[in-house]
Structure formats: C-alpha cells, structure tokens
C-alpha cells in the first residue's frame, strides 16, 4: 500500500531523508565539477596534453623578440673530416633534456661565405627549443642546387650519427639558407617533402617556380637587395608555390641583401614563429602569423596565408 507522501514522519525519522538530499546534492555538486573540468580540458589549457611536441612558455611578443629564449645552449664543432656531403659547422642545442626530444634545423650560408656568417642564428633558435647546425659547404662556390643536396647531408648527419642525435626527434626537421643557401632551401625542400619548414633568407636561384613544394615555406626577402632583387627571386619564389601550400613572403624594410648575416630582430621573431607553428604543431605562434603582419618601420610588405589546421 502506497503511503501519503504527505503524512509528516516522526522526527527520528527525518535524519534518514535529509542524509539521501545531502548526498544528491553533492551527486549534482560532483557532477558540476567533472562538467568545469572536462570544460577546462578542452580549453586553452589543454593544448600541453594535445600535442606532445609544445616545448617552452606561452610566446609573446617579447619572447618571440628576446636575444634569448628560455633554453639554456651549449654548442659543439663538427669537422669537415669527420663527415661526407657537405663541409662541417657547429651544433647549437638546449642543454635540458627535461622536456624530451627537439626539432632540429639546418642552415646554409651563401656563395662565397662561411658558416660564421649565419651563426648568430644558431644559439637565438636553439634557445627558443631547437637543434640547429649552421653548416659550411663543400666549397664557397657551390651552386642552389648542391647546397640543397648538403643541407640533406647535414640533416641525415645529424639526426643519425651526431653527438647529439639523442636530442632530436627526426621526424620533425627544418631548413633554412642565406642567398644560395636560401635558393638551396627550396631545392632540399623539393627533394625532401617530409621536411616540415623552410625559411630562404634573401634567397637566390636560377629556378623561379617551385610547384612541387608542399613544405610551409616563409621567404624573407629585402627591399633594397640589389644581388637577388626580390622582383627576380623572393617574390617569384612565392609566387611558385602551390596556393596549397602554407606560405608566406616577408618583405624587409630598409634592408640589403645581407641584412641576414647579422642579428635581425625581425627575421627571429618570424622564423621562431614559423619553426614553432610548423615543426612544433604549436599553435601558441599563429598570433603571430596570423592575421597577418601589417607593414611597419621593419616589415616593407608580407603577404601569405593564415597557417592550415594541422
């Protein structure tokens, strides 16, 4: 028989009833909980877990700017005896192995020149959370074409037989170049499509079109370049990767073909960013990036495309 949900109980009764809204109530209070947490973890927060390769502090502008990131380096030479294909450089790399392996990069210097002419890019991008190895070439006459062949050397070199292989994680590579360097960038680019960024710094080739790229691939050019004028090399050069294809061209304010071969906040902020979007998936870089870059006292022109969802 049913009872009158309405006849009072006695007051020893009660306790029972008042116990099972209590544990309801903290049912529900749990419940809400677990909802703000699944909702946090899909928030901003969450990105650390999502992708394994985040490596360093949130960026800003600052950081992005700074001489120096977060990563402590260390640096070791590399004898042109000691390896094949290409003419030996310097490693720069984090000190810490506390947060895993890094991507690493290689870079290429231009005709004529040596590897001290692009060194200033070896501890700024390896304190930021990269490997980097600033190479020399075979010989300073090398053309696009075998700098792209040595920049591979170099990346197979260091990923494989290095000192410092232990450090990086080989499926996450780049490479950038000075002049020829830049103009052998795309060509290693072309050669390797499982290169993750490439970055020509006031690049130079004799090829203007590079459809069969599908590297994210930023070209640093410079207004004042009269060696390779941006209107026969940079712009064409963007201009021949596929419109897939994430790409940017940035254009330097006040600045000559050389301006690459010493400290240029400028070109850091965008090849940090750049290495960071595209070999590190970390989308904590595409503020900077996307929207894109307006012209200022540094920027002539930029043009590209917001980075592609990975």
Known sequence: MQQNPHIHAAPGAARPAFRGTRRRLAGVTAAVAAMVALGALTGPGAQAADNPYE???????????????????????????????????????????????????????????????????????????????????????????????????????????????????????????????GGGTLEAAKSRPSIQAAIPLTPWNLDKSWPEVSTPTLIVGADGDTVAPVASHAEPFYSGLPAATDRAYLELNNATHFSPNTSNTTIAKYSVSWLKRFIDNDTRYEQFLCPLPRPSLTIEEYRGNCPHAS
């Open 55 to 181: 490596r360093g502090p949130a960026p800003t502008q600052s950081s992005i700017e700074a001489l120096r990131g977060p990563y402590s380096v260390a640096d070791t030479s590399v004898s042109s005896l000691a390896v094949t294909g290409f003419g030996g450089g310097t490693i720069y790399y984090p000190t810490s192995t506390s947060d895993g392996t890094f991507g690493a990069v290689v870079i290429a210097p231009g005709f004529t020149a040596y590897q001290s002419s692009i060194a200033w890019l070896g501890p700024r991008l390896a304190s930021q959370g990269f490997v980097v190895f600033t190479i020399d070439t075979n010989t300073t006459l090398d053309q696009p074409d075998s700098r792209g062949r040595q920049l591979l050397a170099a990346l197979d070199y260091l990923t494989e037989r290095s000192s410092v292989r232990g450090r990086i994680d080989s499926s996450r590579l780049g490479v950038m170049g000075h002049s020829m360097g």
